[in-house]
């Protein structure tokens, strides 16, 4: 599915247009999307915040979830765990997520936050199947 499919059947939510989140690539259970740093997800210390990290890792697992579904909206985060490596104090970031598990009533996503060749952040998911 390309990123223009995605967005006409409103994946791209209006808090991820205000993150900056920019969805690369969605398909067959795998989605890769792109965050560039600016002053706006600074936290008090200057780096990237947390928030705004875990908020790209789930949506890009969102989105690797619904595209099981032909990119519709079917599934919501029961949990997710974050492994958060490196601070981000600029530049761009690529996360990448993917479907581990695809059942009828939960499914379980693991997803990596890259800065280049830096491994920045991991995490792992289930989301439950509506």
């Given amino acids: 599915m390309s990123v223009r499919e995605v967005e006409a059947v409103g994946s791209s939510s209006a808090f991820g247009r205000l993150l900056g989140l920019e969805i690369v690539e969605v398909a067959n259970g795998k989605a890769l999307l792109r965050l560039t740093m600016h002053d706006g997800l600074r936290n008090l210390h200057g780096k990237l915040h947390g ?11 969102g989105q690797a979830s619904h595209s ?5 909206p079917n599934s919501v985060t029961l949990e997710c765990k974050v492994n958060y490596i490196r601070p981000v104090t600029e530049g ?17 996503l693991e997803a990596e936050v ?3 060749e830096k ?9 439950s199947v509506i």
Avoid: Y
Avoid at 51 to 61: E, K, P, Q, R
Avoid at 119 to 127: E, I, P, R, S
């Fill in 119 to 127: 491994l920045v952040a991991k995490a792992q998911a289930t989301f």
């Fill in 68 to 72: 099981l579904n032909g990119g519709e």
């Fill in 51 to 61: 928030g705004a990290l875990f908020s790209l890792i789930d949506t890009a697992m």
């Fill in 114 to 116: 890259q800065q280049g």
């Fill in 92 to 108: 761009e970031l690529t996360c990448r997520a993917w479907v581990v598990h695809g059942g009828r009533r939960t499914q379980v």
